[in-house]
Nanobody
């Protein structure tokens, strides 16, 4: 079994910063890719940022230059540094890990439980 635990969400004023963390534990052989998604009230879930292990990153146009995704494969953890936050960044943020499950010996997607980020104007 694999568990993802997110932390770091909260309430912040516009222009402020937050750092989200997502730590994975359990039957992990290797992590192939990491990503953060978000879902605002009444909207579909959207990709915010992604990183391929040892490879490039990609960002939604709306967060380029403000958000930074990074990963620590040794700790099985992915981070999202969010700067210059705007009210439109308000959403529930979910981490997603594409990894190889050691026990099941197959590659699968896993999701965190979500963490609320609220940016006040």
């Amino acid at each position: 079994q694999v568990q993802l635990v997110e932390s770091g969400g909260g309430l912040v004023q516009a222009g402020g910063s937050l750092r989200l963390s997502c730590a994975a534990s359990g039957s992990i052989f290797s992590i192939c890719a990491m990503a953060w998604y978000r879902q605002a009230a009444g909207k579909q879930r959207e990709l915010v940022a992604g990183i391929i292990s040892g490879g490039p990153t990609n960002y939604a146009d709306s967060v380029k230059g403000r958000f930074t995704i990074s990963g620590d494969n040794a700790k099985n953890t992915v981070y999202l540094q969010m700067n210059s936050l705007k009210p439109e960044d308000t959403a529930v943020y979910y981490c997603n890990l594409d990894l190889i499950n050691r026990d099941l010996q197959r590659r699968s997607d896993y999701w965190g439980q979500g963490t609320q980020v609220t940016v006040s104007s």
